[in-house]
């Protein structure tokens, strides 16, 4: 294992600091990182430094939340300019989204009686997802767990769930390209048996996340395979969160040194 590659800092939903990433990932021997945290790169103001002061290989990452034929998918960026006007458009874009439907959120949790604002999240800079409303849930005593808050109120389709006005695949890829970067499925293990995958495979992707945090190795198999028919480059990574996901650890999924220099042939 050279590096973990798929990793998110308090810049959006992990409660660690790009620094205590870059940190922690020198501490498991790593040799190499990718913060990707959800629609903003935030994170590399910070992670930049640390990583250029210790010797660890940093490649640029992003985790974007996108609709596919009315369903849900993740897609990794990587490798693109960080200084990419048009994925600081995609990142704003994606901030006033976030911004509409976590309202629309907290006004369904409110109509069932859970007493919670965007008020008591403090992520002022960074993204605020549905795991610090689930945290601030559990805080408060309206769950016993984060997961239950997910499975009860926040997932895909549950009472309280709202998508917003996501952005599509196709114009993800787009940027993500425009960028000079390279578009990858994340975690297509998690999809639903609903989701038309047949159709998300005709994107034109570089790229597919087989390797997934405490998923075993036969559930990369499938996707090697698609990997290996389409010619598309294999990634993997943990999807650490932090103590949010406790029992996903940093460097538990990654890459070789090979993978990792054909994924980012521009370290920063
Ligand atoms: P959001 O970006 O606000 O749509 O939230 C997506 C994030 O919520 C994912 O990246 C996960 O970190 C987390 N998440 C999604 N589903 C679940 C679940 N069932 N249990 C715990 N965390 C989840
Ligand atoms: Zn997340
Ligand atoms: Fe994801
Ligand atoms: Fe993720």
Redesign the pocket.
């Known amino acids: 294992m050279f590096a973990d590659i798929h990793v998110h800092s308090n810049a959006s939903?992990g409660t660690c600091s790009p620094t205590e990433l870059v940190l922690l990932a020198k501490e498991k021997g790593l040799s190499g990182l990718s913060i990707t945290d959800?629609d903003t790169t935030l994170a590399y103001q910070e992670a930049i430094p640390a990583a250029q002061k210790i010797g660890l290989k940093l490649g640029v990452g992003i985790e974007f939340?996108c609709v596919f034929e009315e369903n849900d998918v993740?897609l990794l960026g990587y490798d693109f300019d960080l200084n990419s006007p048009s994925i600081a458009a995609l990142c704003l874009r994606h901030q006033n989204r976030r911004a509409h439907r976590n309202m629309q959120i907290i006004e369904k949790l409110r109509a069932q009686n859970i007493d919670v604002s965007l008020d008591e999240i403090e992520n002022t800079e960074g993204t605020v997802?549905?795991?610090h409303i689930?945290d601030l849930m559990l805080k408060k005593g309206y769950v016993g767990s984060?997961?239950e808050a997910?499975?009860r109120y926040l997932?895909e389709g549950k009472s309280c769930y709202a998508r917003g006005d996501v952005l599509t695949v196709d114009e993800t890829i787009e940027t993500l390209h425009e960028a000079h970067g390279k578009a990858f499925i994340a975690h297509p293990q998690l999809l639903s048996h609903a989701f038309p995958i047949q159709d998300l495979l005709e994107k034109p992707f570089d790229g597919i996340e087989c390797w997934y945090g405490n998923l075993s190795s036969k559930s990369a198999e499938k996707w090697e395979r698609i990997a290996h028919q389409k010619n598309w480059l294999m990634s993997g990574g943990s999807d650490f969160?932090g103590s949010i996901?406790p029992d996903i650890a940093l460097g538990s999924q990654g890459v070789s040194e090979e993978i990792f220099n054909q994924i980012f042939e521009h370290l920063v």
């Open positions: 939903d959800h939340s993740h997802g549905r795991p689930a984060i997961k997910f499975n997932g969160h996901k």
